[in-house]
């Protein structure tokens, strides 16, 4: 990046000096996840051994069926898949449409819509838990996965409409008006043109709310009874009868970590690019 | 999508060999279309918004203002207002305002070190070697991406007392002796570990975002402060902070709007009952309505957090609209 060729040699120098700090970040950020995944491979007693030793020695998978075999396991992650899978079906195609009319229809009071969906973002959700609670009771969705579907748009929602409007801008308005010279409708410029080009950043924002609501935690809790506990609930409360092992926990929050981060790894470049979109002029 | 096939343009240009007449200067956006189109396209979303959101939020400020508990919760008995009683009840008691303080303090010191680590990394991955940065990239996507409870149960195990890594490798410095030290036997300090926590997780946004906006950076202002003399420290200051200041700005206020709303994190650490002396403003309006169920206090709790909030978010909403005015 930086462009005096002029210094090299002493440039050598210290790059050598950032590369080592550049290696004590990696170490410092990493190190979490590596001590989850050693000890979710450890045998149990190794993981408790007053004097662990940083590299594993032996590498086992008891941790992971004790994990299966605490507590159902299967159930509260088949809840998080259906819940998570419906909240993004609705808040792409509903957020869509949203973001469509705000970054290409001039109208009176769209700066007031916009206003609205970002100020919706800007209210956490911990402020909500007990008005939605009521809400939820009012409307007998109280323990209820279609309950905790519709809240879960609180935050999906104005996150999709904001990020897909990221992308749609991102998308020369020339070619529509060309399609258009060439006889498309509006609609017909848009499916045609705009969509194909939009599906990639639309994959992206699915998956990243996905994500989000995989990994909510305070609304499942309150909102679902315990023998309906989501995935995040379940880990939360990994425990055994002999308090807490951590070995097992371990190799339960590896099995929810995993698929996670390995999404999060294909889409998140994807949406840092949305995310900044216009947010500096080059 | 059936309503916006009713918009044709006004009239589509004749399919002849012959050249096609300009097109319309402006182009769709001065189009006339129909008014109603795209408040069609935004009715589902608006009225979902309206339900699980606009009339929670209602329903907050009308709590905030009633006596709300176990019997109006079940239908015994209905709501009756009581005026302002949940906020003078709220404001009176010290213990609030020291939550308060504690909250301000927390979130403060959480954004801080957030928002410097996070430029201080982004600026040093401008400086590293191709491998390197792959490398601390690695590591910070995967910290991004971890599920914050996963992050908390993991951070758990790494300061557990007794078998923790955190005090096995402590204690192997010559004079420190933590094997068995409770990391949260007082608050301060266990706040600072869930603040290391929620700063572990906060940074790597931070740090992609800004090193996303430093390619933006032209290079040649860059190269022309330092002809001009500047030093690091100077080109930092005068050329490549106020490039990113939109971005920086957008940071600062979402990291001070999450880190006001952290729960999950003290809440798992404490195993769902933070003590006194963890009690942030969230899990204080949470207790008060679920633990103690006074809903109403709970609720104006919650608004009054909602209001600390506000000028952040104003500042917040001003550079987004300049952003989605860039067009």
Not at chain 1, 199 to 212: D, E, H, K, L, R
Not at chain 2, 255 to 274: A, E, K, L
Request: net charge positive; aromatic share 10%.
């Amino acid at each position: 990046m930086t462009s005096v060729r002029t210094l090299a040699a002493p440039r050598r120098t210290s790059r050598l000096g950032w590369n080592l700090l550049g290696l004590l970040v990696f170490a410092v950020a990493g190190f979490p996840v590596y001590w989850m995944l050693t000890t979710a491979f450890k045998p149990a007693k190794d993981a408790i051994d007053p004097d662990p030793s940083l590299l594993p020695t032996h590498l086992t998978l008891d941790n992971f069926s004790r994990a299966l075999h605490i507590a159902d396991f299967w159930g509260p992650v088949g809840r998080s898949l259906l819940v998570s899978l419906a909240v993004v079906a609705i808040g792409v195609v509903v957020g869509m449409l949203a973001a469509l009319a705000i970054s290409r229809f001039a109208f009176r009071g769209r700066k007031i819509v916009i206003v609205g969906i970002l100020a919706v973002q800007m209210v956490p959700l911990v402020a909500m838990i007990i008005p939605v609670f009521l809400l939820l009771n009012d409307l007998d969705q109280y323990d209820k996965l279609s309950g905790l579907i519709i809240t879960y748009l609180t935050f999906i929602l104005p996150f999709t409409v904001w990020t897909l409007r990221g992308f749609i801008v991102n998308i020369p308005k020339e070619l529509e008006e060309a399609a258009m010279v060439d006889g498309c409708t509006r609609t017909g410029a848009f499916v045609r043109v705009v969509f194909p080009l939009l599906a990639p950043g639309m994959v992206a924002t699915s998956v990243y709310g996905f994500i989000q609501a995989w990994n909510e935690y305070l609304y499942a809790l309150m909102l679902l009874s315990q023998n309906n506990q989501t995935a995040t609930v379940w880990l939360s409360n990994f425990s055994t009868k002999h308090g807490t092992e951590y070995a097992p926990m371990m190799a339960g929050a590896t099995m929810m970590a995993l698929p996670i981060v390995a999404l999060f790894l294909l889409v998140q470049r994807k949406m840092a690019a949305g995310l900044t979109a216009g947010a500096v002029k080059g | 999508m059936s309503a916006a096939d009713t918009t044709t343009p006004a009239k589509a240009p004749p399919r002849r060999p012959s050249p096609p007449p300009p097109a319309p200067p402006g182009g769709p956006r001065t189009k006339r279309a129909s008014a109603g189109t795209p408040w069609l396209l935004l009715a589902p979303c608006l009225l979902v918004l309206a339900l699980v959101m606009g009339y929670p939020l209602v329903r907050l400020v009308t709590l905030s203002f009633q006596k709300f508990g176990q019997s109006q919760l079940w239908g015994f008995q209905p709501a009756e207002s009581v005026g302002f009683d949940n906020f003078a009840g709220v404001l009176g008691d010290g213990e609030f305002w020291q939550v308060v303080l504690r909250t301000i303090v927390f979130a403060a010191g959480c954004v801080t070190l957030t928002m410097v680590l996070g430029m201080m990394i982004a600026l040093l991955l401008q400086r590293v070697s191709g491998w390197v940065k792959t490398l601390v990239n690695i590591a910070l996507v995967a910290s991004w991406g971890m599920p914050v409870i996963v992050a908390t149960t993991v951070f758990k195990w790494l300061f557990d007392s007794d078998y923790g890594i955190l005090n096995a490798v402590l204690s192997r410095l010559p004079g420190v002796e933590l094997i068995g030290h409770n990391w949260f036997a007082s608050g301060p300090q266990g706040l600072a570990v869930i603040m290391l926590l929620v700063i572990w997780g906060a940074v790597p946004f931070v740090v992609i975002t800004l090193s996303a906006g430093l390619t933006q950076v032209p290079a040649e202002l860059e190269e022309a402060a330092r002809l001009d003399g500047a030093g690091a420290w100077g080109v930092f200051r005068y050329v490549t902070l106020p490039v990113l200041k939109p971005i920086v700005v957008m940071l600062t206020t979402l990291s001070v709007i999450w880190d006001m709303g952290v729960f999950p994190q003290v809440f798992v650490m404490r195993n769902g009952h933070p003590e006194a002396e963890f009690q942030l403003l969230t899990t204080y309006s949470y207790d008060r309505a679920f633990v103690v169920n006074d809903y109403g206090q709970g609720s104006a709790i919650a608004l009054i957090t909602v209001l600390l909030l506000l000028g952040v978010v104003a500042v917040y909403m001003r550079q987004m609209l300049k952003i989605g005015e860039v067009e």
